[in-house]
């Protein structure tokens, strides 16, 4: 049986659950506990025998007919206030000291903009926000609606945690609900899997395509015209270029001038990611690109630190464990890897989980001339390792390695997870075109879960080559592994949660890792190797076939969450571990 949310009211003799009401009888009660008689369906092969209130815990036991267990239900206030306390609260901010008066005042112009992408994205993933946030009585509510998106929850397999919604529109806002594949392979026109398209019904129920600066015309005009204020004030010559044309790139939904202005970046102190970048919001095809932004302030003394590793990206490509012809691309020469601070996230990046690490353009037009720029949010990679890692570490690694968890090596095991984006293959080595087009909705589960074994890889190798002075390697051995435990409690809906699937279950069959008898995990250093470059070649060998139907595959084998880990993510939630932090900002937080 697929998870399914349960909405269910019990009042008197009467119980409601999915519109129909079911009459139930008190057999038995006492101080504790409410013992009723009841037989009815939970669904066509679930059937309820009895239930029980248990009045301390406040939550109702079904006994489920013909089955050796039960179901326990939260009450839903209670449920809303656990949910929303899941995420950890800080404050995003930043030392902008260093800045000039020109430059804070350019900052408030970003924010804004950054803000009319908030609302395109809500335009996108939940048109009705204001109607659904104006009836909500609850603050919990308001605020997990608010971490979500709207009724689904992101960390849960976007089931839906509000009563009167089904099932989240695997094609979220940018295609019909009611579309139908058939419906969607018959449209002709060749703009329909363009990023920057969306799909709708005209009058007469045919289906359109319709660019995005037409969709959101007002919103892009307004947003055009601030970053043209804000290139006035920019004060490096390569950001005030940027800035001009992201807000042409907005008006015609041409953004390869701007990407590559965005690569020639170098000595800017602020930078600023705008537009709409991922698709993971996509769930249908993968196709289509949300809206997003993100303020940050380059940390140029850690940026500094990060530059070498450029230089040896091509003879990282050299060294991947796969056949020659599996890498023959090379990188680009112009990659940049710097640290920033973020004091702005808004829209897709805001949504469920906080990205700590960008890797963009996504553009392989960009990658084949200058590469990429992998950019590490230090300040909420900070965040995550103090309020969730180390907490995770203490239940969940054996004892004797915790000393093994470093805030260096989880910095570094993110850091090297956005280099290994740019290495593999853009195109497929048989002629299948873009390894993007060629996996198809599978594409973006398998490029994570390159970029999350080729992290591993690549620290292991530049330790071998002595790249990497004096450590111990297991530091990022042991923080790899915790961290998978952090990621798991991301839920397996999005892309990132099947790769962290599939990486856990393949290193469990390699014994890349035991469980003791407590409860706690151990790492086998020399298994681990071994499994990082098995399944290195695995994935790598896919994606360079563009063998749609292995990748397939290999997610629907391992891209959910078994029983056993399930119930290690139990107590992690039963000792109130935050699953992920949730920010304050703005120009006020930060001083503005």
């Known amino acids: 049986t697929e998870a399914q949310t349960l909405f269910l009211t019990l009042k008197g003799n009467a119980l409601e659950i999915a519109g129909e009401v079911h009459p139930v009888k008190i057999s038995a009660e006492d101080a504790e506990r409410i013992s009723y008689e009841a037989a009815f369906p939970l669904n066509s092969d679930i059937k309820v025998s009895a239930l029980s209130y248990l009045k301390t815990d406040e939550v109702l036991v079904l006994e489920l007919e013909g089955l050796d267990r039960s179901l326990t239900l939260e009450k839903f206030a209670n449920l809303m206030e656990r949910k929303a306390n899941e995420f950890a609260e800080v404050n995003l901010t930043s030392d902008l000291s260093h800045l000039s008066d020109q430059q804070k005042e350019m900052l408030v112009l970003l924010f804004r903009v950054a803000d009319i992408m908030e609302e395109i994205y809500w335009a996108q993933v939940f048109p ?109 010559p390569g950001f005030k270029k940027y800035l001009k044309l992201r807000a042409e790139a907005l008006l015609s939904d041409d953004y390869l001038a701007s990407d590559m202005a965005w690569m020639d970046m170098k000595d800017n102190d602020i930078d600023f990611v705008v537009g709409p970048i991922e698709n993971y919001e996509d769930a249908l095809f993968n196709y289509k690109a949300a809206h997003e932004s993100f303020v940050l302030i380059k940390d140029k003394s850690w940026s500094e630190k990060l530059n070498y590793i450029n230089s040896v990206l091509p003879q990282m490509q050299k060294s991947l464990p796969v056949p020659e012809e599996y890498k023959t691309e090379v990188p680009g020469s112009n990659s940049d890897l710097g640290a920033y601070d973020a004091i702005y996230y808004a829209g897709d990046c805001n949504a469920g989980s906080k990205t700590i690490a960008i890797n963009l353009p996504n553009d392989e037009r960009v990658h084949a001339r200058k590469g990429s720029r992998k950019l590490q949010l230090k300040n909420s990679i900070r965040y995550k390792f103090e309020e969730i890692l180390l907490p995770i570490s203490n239940v969940l690694i054996v004892e004797e390695q915790r000393e093994h968890i470093t805030f260096e090596a989880f910095f570094e095991n993110t850091m090297y997870h956005e280099v290994a984006h740019g290495l593999g293959l853009n195109q497929t080595i048989n002629g299948s075109g873009t390894v993007r087009s060629a996996l198809r909705e599978q594409y973006s589960a398998l490029e994570e879960g390159k970029a999350d074994i080729l992290a591993l890889f690549l620290i292991t190798k530049m330790y071998e080559d002595g790249e990497l002075g004096e450590r111990d390697l297991m530091d990022n051995y042991v923080t790899y592994m915790a961290s998978i435990f952090r990621s798991i409690r991301f839920g397996v809906a999005s892309s990132h949660g099947k790769a962290n699937m599939v990486r856990f279950y393949y290193f469990q069959e390699k014994g890349a890792f035991t469980k003791n008898l407590n409860g706690t995990y151990s790492v086998n250093f020399d298994r681990m190797q071994v499994a990082m470059n098995e399944l290195a070649l695995l994935i790598l060998t896919i ?10 595959q290999l997610v629907e084998e391992k891209g959910f969450i078994r029983e056993e880990l399930q119930a290690d993510l139990d107590r992690l939630k039963e000792l109130n571990i935050p699953v992920d932090i949730v920010f304050n900002q703005g120009p006020d937080v930060v001083g503005l």
Do not use: C
């Open 543 to 552: 994606q360079g076939d563009g063998d749609y139907d292995m990748a397939k």
């Open 128 to 236: 009705d926000r204001d109607a659904a946030m104006g009836a909500m009585m609850d603050e919990n509510v308001a605020r997990f609606f608010k971490i979500n998106y709207g009724p689904w929850e992101r960390l849960n397999g976007n089931l839906p945690y509000l009563p009167g919604y089904g099932p989240k529109p695997k094609g979220s806002g940018y295609y019909p609900a009611d579309m139908s594949l058939q419906e969607f392979e018959a449209l002709d026109d060749p703009k329909k899997t363009e990023l920057y398209t969306l799909i709708t019904r005209n009058q007469d129920g045919s289906l359109e395509v319709v660019p995005y600066h037409v969709a959101y015309a007002e919103q892009v005009e307004e947003a055009a015209d601030l970053l043209n204020q804000a290139s006035e004030l920019a004060e490096d």
